[in-house]
Every structure is written in structure tokens, then in C-alpha cells.
């Protein structure tokens, strides 16, 4: 997706070899133009997946995975980090690490909401290690409910991620764009 990749190299700030910003479009400030060419081309990647509903992680991930939902047609959930006080009854729960801060969490979906005979999309924003994924597909599998497609806005490659969760996922794992390196010396795209 060219347009995202201008805008990773034109606005995207490098941290360390293995964290970048993209707060000015994508996880602070939003692109509205940028997220509705997202959400179409999600649309697009995953027309006949058959999805239900679509699943992200708070906070980042809901912007693209509402634009995927609007495009589709389909409803979105997005995993919550806290449990607030007017969630009650079952819900689903699944731990999930954070590389950057290298801390651990808990994320919860309301089980009203996911079903087995749901066929579940899931849409976030990077992956990175992979570990926000593994919680949604855990979430989802505790459900009983079947996952249909996987797709990030960016996959940072060199990290790995994708291994954590790819092995007996029966669903295609789709980035926008795949950052296989970047550092001092830049940012290098999969092309």
C-alpha cells in the first residue's frame, strides 16, 4: 500500500531498531482519508473470508478495524484492557505481554458478544512479537468461535511476530506493509 508506505517514511519516526512512531497518523492523531484507504483495502483482502464480526485490541487497533468494519458491513469488538465496572457477567480473558514496556496484561471481551458460530476477523494496527494476536486468537478460540483472516497495518518482519501465532491458524495473515528493517539508516520495506 503506497500510500501508507509514504506515510511511514514521510512521518514515521524511528526509535530503536525496533520501535517506530507513527502517532501523527495512525495511534495518536488519526489520517481519516488514510484510515478509509485501510479499511478498503481490508474490505478488499477479506471479501469472501465470510466474516461475522472483527476483532482488535484497545486502543490503537480500533481506528482501522472500524474502517474495515464500516467497509464490510460487519460489527466490531475491541478487546479492553480493564474491566470496567458495567461489564458484568461472563467474559472472555486472555494474557498479553507488551515487548516495548515489557509488562503483562489482561484483555477482556464481553462473552455476549462472540459466539461459535461467529467467523472472526482480526485487525490491528502493527505486529510486532506477536503477542497482542495470540491473546485475540486465544479469545476467539475460547469463544468456540473459528478466526478467517489476520490483518495488521504494519508488520514489523524482523521481529518475528508472526510465528508466535501462524502455526495452526487456518486463516490468511495479511499486512498492508511489511517493515523488514529500520534503524539509523532508515526503514526497508518486503516488497
Do not use: W
Amino acid at each position: 500500500m503506497e500510500l501508507l508506505k509514504e506515510k511511514i517514511l514521510s512521518e514515521g519516526v524511528v526509535l530503536s531498531e525496533k520501535i517506530i512512531i507513527v502517532n501523527s497518523f495512525l495511534n495518536h492523531q488519526i489520517d481519516a482519508g488514510l484510515m478509509e484507504a485501510i479499511g478498503a483495502e481490508f474490505a478488499r483482502i477479506f471479501a469472501d473470508a465470510g466474516a461475522t464480526k472483527i476483532l482488535t485490541a484497545e486502543v490503537s487497533g480500533i481506528p482501522p478495524a472500524l474502517a474495515t468494519g464500516m467497509k464490510l458491513s460487519v460489527p466490531v469488538i475491541y478487546a479492553r484492557k480493564t474491566r470496567p465496572s458495567t461489564m458484568g457477567g461472563d467474559i472472555l480473558r486472555a494474557r498479553v505481554r507488551s515487548a516495548p514496556t515489557d509488562t503483562e496484561s489482561e484483555i477482556v471481551v464481553k462473552r455476549d458478544y462472540l459466539s461459535p458460530d461467529d467467523r472472526v476477523l482480526l485487525i490491528d494496527d502493527f505486529i510486532s512479537e506477536g503477542y497482542a494476536t495470540c491473546a485475540l486468537c486465544d479469545i476467539v478460540r475460547s469463544a468456540g468461535a473459528r478466526i478467517v483472516g489476520v490483518g495488521t497495518v504494519i508488520e514489523k518482519a524482523f521481529l518475528g511476530g508472526r510465528s508466535r501465532f501462524e502455526e495452526g491458524l487456518d486463516a490468511p495473515v495479511h499486512a498492508l506493509v511489511r517493515i523488514t528493517h529500520m534503524g539509523e539508516d532508515g526503514i526497508t520495506f518486503d516488497e
